[in-house]
């Protein structure tokens, strides 16, 4: 007998959603946790914190209003650390409280500590006192998720030179800001800053930044971020950053030097497979921390699975959630189908990115023959209202059946409205439904309406030459 049908190491998005599934299936179920890390990451220094933290600036620095009121609106002129983390620490308070209550509901005992493979079935938890308790299981879930990956010729001192968990521990809004590592987490951190005032570099050793995306969209961004004072060094990497009594000089291999407050490296994420002792259980992780796993997301080892960013690409909150309780199933041996191959990517840059499907880019690559249709923001009712005249909606349809081959999002409520487009692929619908349907008005939802007709428009006029 084990102790445990199913043990999930990791209470983050994918091991929270895999321990209330298997206990939704019958199953007797732990979760082990460190103290003070309920929720994982996710919850306490990665998603909910820093998405928190750009509610916070949006609110108080008023970016949002300006259009009606002018660029020297402000809600706060004087802008302090306190201010920005105090509605981070309520949010993930009450989330914490949240995920207590799920897992107390659902009758799934947690095991405080940080734990360890002792064999195949059984991992050692030691709950940082000293004491030590060993508990076995049919069935493990490892959801152990990642750390911010720290270059080992970088010496960070969390003050002056930090990484994007550091970033929440400032002790006041720096005056300048040096961003290394132009990804999904550096851009985000880059736009918040700048919004706050802060002169912001982004320092990215390739020629593009979030190069997974539409072009047009990120070009639209990376002027958005321009007018807000942020400077772009692309196809530039740092060689060192020398500390100051006033702050950091980074000096990159070109010979430039940028003097700044603090520098923060984004630098990707390490798996944290490298402390879960993975040989006794007969398993191995690749140098960046990540475990391999099959189409069922278990490891080499039949019962043992793992999900989340331990596993690498996508590496997102939501695609983690579909792991866990994808693999909870199959670990329960139910039937389920397989996650569905269309997934949305939110950015939450200001203002934020989504897309889902295909990008221009892949689609001629492929020489799959597209249209676009466009909408713009400044040319909605909403768009006027909530004074937003950047945001604009493209969708990308093939000419032969109308259907939808992508949906790219940039502006306000992205993440939001691209689920619409979503909704519509996952369905197999056309741009005929998007025309022909009705929207609430004003809304930016509508945008979907004006770019179908947008395309539609351009493959009737090539419909007409050819006649």
Excluded: W
Aim: proline letters at 3%; aromatic letters at 6%; hydrophobic letters at 40%.
């Amino acid at each position: 007998m084990y102790d445990y049908d199913v043990l999930v190491l990791g209470s983050g998005p994918g091991g929270q959603k895999a321990a209330i599934a298997a206990a939704k299936l019958g199953r007797r179920v732990a979760v082990i946790e460190r103290r003070h890390m309920m929720g994982g990451v996710c919850i306490n220094t990665g998603t909910i914190p820093s998405k928190t933290l750009r509610e916070a600036v949006l609110y108080l620095t008023g970016l949002n209003q300006r259009e009606m009121y002018g660029q020297s609106y402000r809600l706060k002129d004087d802008i302090t650390v306190d201010d920005l983390t105090a509605r981070t620490q309520h949010v993930i308070g009450r989330e914490t409280d949240v995920i207590r209550s799920q897992l107390a509901r659902n009758r799934i005992r947690l095991l405080t500590g940080t734990g360890t493979f002792a064999d195949p079935h059984s991992l050692t938890v030691n709950d940082g006192s000293g004491r030590e308790q060993k508990v076995t299981a049919e069935k493990i879930v490892i959801a152990a998720g990642t750390r911010p990956a720290r270059p080992s010729t970088v010496e960070f001192d969390d003050r002056t030179i930090i990484d994007s968990d550091g970033i929440l521990n400032l002790e006041h809004v720096p005056q300048s800001l040096v961003v290394v590592g132009a990804g999904v987490i550096g851009i985000e951190y880059a736009s918040m800053f700048a919004a706050l005032g802060c002169k912001v570099t982004v320092v990215e050793r390739r020629d593009r930044m979030l190069e997974f995306c539409d072009l047009e969209i990120i070009e639209a961004l990376k002027y958005h971020l321009r007018d807000l004072a942020v400077t772009f060094r692309f196809s530039e990497t740092v060689a060192s950053v020398e500390r100051r009594a006033t702050g950091a000089l980074a000096v990159l291999e070109s010979g430039k030097r940028i003097a700044a407050d603090v520098v923060m490296y984004s630098a990707g994420r390490q798996g944290m497979a490298d402390q879960l002792n993975l040989e006794a259980a007969g398993l191995s992780a690749d140098n960046r921390g990540r475990i391999k796993v099959d189409e069922h997301f278990r490891t080499a080892v039949p019962h043992i699975y793992a999900v989340g960013d331990v596993i690498g690409f996508p590496a997102l909150a939501s695609t983690s959630m579909e792991q866990g309780r994808l693999a909870a199933h199959h670990a329960c041996d139910e039937p389920v189908r397989a996650m569905h191959e269309l997934q949305p990517i939110g950015i939450y840059t200001i203002p934020e990115i989504s897309f889902v499907g295909r990008t221009e880019d892949e689609l001629t690559e492929k020489r799959v023959p597209f249209e676009t249709g466009i909408s713009r923001y400044r040319e909605l009712a909403r768009g006027q209202i909530i004074g937003d005249s950047y945001g604009m909606l493209k969708l990308l349809v093939s000419p032969d059946d109308r259907t939808l081959l992508g949906v790219h999002v940039f502006g306000t409520g992205a993440t939001e409205i691209v689920h619409i487009g979503q909704a519509v692929m996952g369905c197999k619908g056309t741009i005929d439904y998007l025309v022909d349907t009705v929207f609430n008005y004003p809304t930016l939802a509508e945008s979907y309406k004006v770019a179908a007709l947008d395309a539609m428009n351009k493959m009737r006029s090539i419909d007409r030459m050819r006649a």
